[in-house]
């Protein structure tokens, strides 16, 4: 694979086996990645590794990550929301985190084909997936997670909303690969887009400083269109410092690789592949000497913070890298037009 991955007269320096190496060496012999060496582990981000671990030459590693996730699914379904070597140490079950892995076994499957290993998963999948939409509110947002008494929190996130109706959307692809139907969930879908492209109202506000809360409605596919170009676009100024990248939230001086990794994928999926380009190339500088990215770094300072060598910003960094030079069979995942030909809710 090559390393260095070119467009017009501009080039982008990727160290593809650097950046996959270091997840791989974070990742634990059980399979489960944590944030890196020592940190926990939580589901999301465990998968998010893991695609990372697919698209850098680890397919085996994914297995593996995937498997441990499966061998300590909770009966209902979903997962506790933070582990340390396998034990728990929040029992909060949220419903974003439980459904993420749809996403993760959709996107191995692109990669690899390997329909055996899809099956085989289906049974975790499913009942993830029917975790999060049980929990489906009479607007069609979705409550973000039940406390460690198992009460559900009548509270609604639009990142996380927004992330369940991707991972819909790739539990329904699934689904249609193996033969099977599954129109309740086509009908959860459709009803969380609504919220999501028309009822604000219905989701938390005092995250709207987040800027995943700005992208994620357009990364998901929930918003798309003109409707897509006018959000990007909306808040581009408050969120974007040019140059440099994303903040992660609008009222502190810290940008981060994976949120400007994540903004990418958005403006490439909307069909905005110069401009995701143009924000991917900030990225060129903000490596060590081993080719792995900043977690981020403050400004005008630019002090790196935290020092840590994060997976999942590294597996991000490649997700972005593959949806702008098509590594692999996936760069399209996040692809509006690609989930139209599908015909999945979009």
């Known amino acids: 694979m090559e390393n260095k991955l070119s467009y017009k007269n501009q080039a982008v320096e990727i160290n593809i086996p650097a950046i996959a190496e270091c997840i791989a060496r974070t990742q634990k012999k059980s399979g489960e990645i944590p944030w890196h060496e020592g940190g926990k ?27 441990w996730l499966a061998g300590i699914q909770l009966g209902d379904g979903s997962w506790h929301a933070a582990y340390v070597d396998g034990q728990p140490t929040d029992r909060t079950r949220e419903t974003n985190l ?19 290993f899809l099956a085989d998963m289906w049974e975790t999948v499913s009942a993830a997936i029917e975790y999060a939409v049980s929990l489906q509110a009479p607007g069609g947002e979705i409550y973000w997670a039940k406390n460690p008494d198992l009460v559900v929190d009548p509270m609604a996130l639009l990142t996380g ?21 599954r129109p309740q969930w086509r009908d959860a879908a459709l009803w969380l887009k609504n919220a999501i492209a028309s009822g604000y109202h219905l989701f938390n506000i005092t995250k709207s400083h987040y800027s995943m809360d700005w992208f994620y409605p357009v990364l998901s596919g929930a918003v798309t269109g003109d409707a897509a170009k006018k959000r990007i676009d909306s808040h581009w100024k408050k969120f974007v ?19 400007t990794s994540e903004l990418v994928l958005a403006l490439a999926a909307a069909g905005r592949t110069r401009m995701a380009e143009i924000v991917f190339n900030w990225l060129n500088d903000r490596r060590f000497e081993d080719g792995s990215f900043w977690c981020g770094f403050t400004y005008p300072d630019m002090v790196i913070w935290p020092e840590e060598k994060i997976t999942w910003t590294n597996a991000v960094v490649l997700m972005a890298a593959d949806a702008l030079y098509r590594l692999t069979p996936a760069y399209n995942l996040f692809d509006h037009d690609f989930w139209q030909q599908l015909h999945i809710p979009q």
């Open 41 to 67: 582990t939580d589901p999301w981000d465990h998968v998010e590794a893991a695609m990372g671990l697919t698209i850098g030459g680890y397919p085996d590693k994914a297995r593996l990550a995937y498997q």
């Open 98 to 116: 439980s459904a993420y892995i749809a996403v993760g076994i959709f996107h191995y499957f692109l990669i690899t084909g390997d329909k055996v």
């Open 161 to 181: 909303s927004s992330s369940i109706f991707m991972s819909l959307k790739c539990a329904l692809a699934i689904a249609d690969t193996l033969g099977l139907e």
């Open 241 to 259: 410092k040019e140059g440099m990248g994303v903040l992660c939230v609008s009222d502190s001086p810290w940008v981060t690789i994976a949120e």
